[in-house]
């Protein structure tokens, strides 16, 4: 079966479909279209993947469709995930695509929605006939067992603060973390493990900021890092604190002992998916916040050298 999926979005978004990929990887050729750097991370569970930005994707968009073909023209089944209230992009996919089944759907679930994004995603595959197992592909993230990994070797030897995320409304402020990177750096458990500041393209902005109150030689400050940089750096890290951001969707996903920080995010929705997950919920950057990530930084650690053998937790 030849399927096509187009899903533009930031990295989390994007990551938000691994499950229900992974699962109908062996099922199907999938053809995927979204962006970058989402994009890198669907490669291996797809026989293509393509960059929406390219040429000839435009033609969704259009008014009109014309004489010409989308780059992809073959699928036997399309779903695409756009707000199209004006039904523009359903109708150019039915005219480009006229022998295919074609199934247009909301981008998230709604808000307040009961269900994780992953779940909605899955059941949108799964409504288009696709053999999807929405639940089922959801426990095998859960569980650690993606087809294809990390592949981990070598010694955790780091401890990764993400401060960032792509929306300002579900970030803390830089001085919450810089008092967390201080309090957890002192602390006995964490002193063999170096220190990463990880800022992505969102968060490029705060580098002076970390640069100027930390001590040079106290941490490493990892800036807009490509793929293999951060996989590297993901796959010698024993903690990964960070907010509702993709960077922390990828440590999760990946078998990083991971605390996710939310502050407007709904967990039900959004909780990274993974076999070491802690979801702590707060508006506000107070000192109680700053325990409750330190106690579960202090969980993860001591679990970080085992094997995995526990469900996501929430606190």
Known sequence: MDVLIIRPGALGDTLMLLPALSDLSDKAAITFVGRQPGLEFIRPYVHEAMDLETSGWHRLFADEPDDKRLPVSGAEVVVAFFSDESGVIYRNLRSYMPYASVHLCRSFPLKGEDIHVAQYLGRCLKSAGLPVDPVRSI????SGR????LGRSGKRSKIIFHPGSGSLEKNHPPDFWLNLFDTICRETEFRDLEPVILLGPAEERLHPYFRDNLRPGDVQILSSPNKEQL???LNKAALCVGHDSGITHLSAMFCTPTVALFRESDPAQWAPLGPFVRVIQSKEADHELL???LKASRHFI???FTSIESPVKKS
């Open 139 to 142: 426990e095998t993230i859960r």
């Open 146 to 149: 993606l087809k294809e990994g």
């Open 231 to 233: 996989m590297e750096t």
């Open 291 to 293: 325990g409750s990530t």
């Open 302 to 304: 001591k679990k970080a």
